[in-house]
């Protein structure tokens, strides 16, 4: 079966990507920013999938080092490295952007642009060499254009990895080498619900809105694993929230109320 590595897979959607390709018989290589968050998922995952299928290893995106070291660790373990997920993210809140530190511009631009930049200068590269692989961005709020009110750093970031992922596809056409997105739509992570903390008010707007277009990681993740397994085409955004599923999301709202927050 294939072997995936997905950078920031501690928690989140990357947590239940690896969980989903585990379960269909893939090798997945988890990353995240300490080794001890690392060490803790691959424990857990351990426990369900057979361990020769896992391996874990710290690795900060922003550090193109590591992000090499990622790579050379997975393909000394495994021989290959057939899909590269460019997942790892952060989110300052939802905070108007002339309120955001240097830090916080900084942290969200290098981890959720230059991370997923790195990422594809290493998966790129190296699946050149091997004569095959695939490599995916983690898209999302932003990526088509949509602006919300102090989202404007993290819809800045996922914008610009639109456009790298479309470049990228284009730079690759007639190489070995596949690029393309994921987007995954409205899910219930500590990303989505971090910008409304100690903001009740705004948090019940919102939470009625996720509960009526949002779902859970374990409900998404499956879907997106088979889907990224089955592509086979260059430039391929994988869509969770297509326009067919928002219109039954509306449709299921008349007839059931859901509390996905319980």
């Not at 874990?56 to 070291?69: P, W, Y």
């Not at 990526?143 to 479309?166: E, F, P, Q, V």
């Not at 100690?198 to 009526?212: D, Q, S, T």
Request: glycine share 12%; hydrophobic share 45%; with cysteine.
């Amino acid at each position: 079966m294939k072997i995936i590595v997905i950078t920031g897979s501690t928690r989140g959607i990357g947590y239940g990507l690896a969980d989903a390709f585990l379960k269909l018989g893939c090798s997945v290589a988890i990353s995240g920013r300490t080794q001890q968050n690392v060490d803790a998922a691959v424990v857990t995952l351990s426990a369900k999938y057979r361990s020769q299928q896992l391996m874990g290893l710290a690795c900060d995106v922003t550090r193109f080092e590591q992000v090499q070291a990622l790579w050379n660790a997975t393909k000394v373990r495994f021989g290959k490295i057939d899909i590269w997920i460019n997942n790892a993210g952060v989110n300052a809140g939802r905070i108007p952007f002339w309120q955001l530190s240097r830090d916080h511009i900084q942290g969200g631009v290098e981890t959720n642009l230059i991370g997923a930049m790195n990422g594809a200068v290493v998966a790129i590269g190296g699946m050149l060499q091997q004569g095959s692989g695939a490599v995916y961005n983690m898209e999302g709020l932003g990526s088509n254009g949509r602006k919300i009110r102090g989202l404007t750093l993290y819809g800045t970031t996922k914008y610009g990895l639109a456009y790298l992922t479309d470049a990228l596809a284009g730079e690759t056409r007639g190489t070995p080498v596949i690029v393309g997105a994921i987007r995954p739509g409205m899910v219930v992570t500590n990303l989505l619900t971090k910008p409304f903390e100690g903001k009740p008010a705004e948090w019940e707007r919102a939470k009625r809105m996720f509960n009526l277009l949002a779902e859970r990681v374990e409900t998404v993740t499956p879907w997106i694993a088979v889907k990224v397994l089955a592509n086979t085409k260059s430039g391929i955004r994988i869509q969770w929230l297509t326009p067919t599923r928002l219109g039954f999301c509306i449709l299921r709202a008349l007839f059931s109320k859901r509390d996905l927050f319980r």
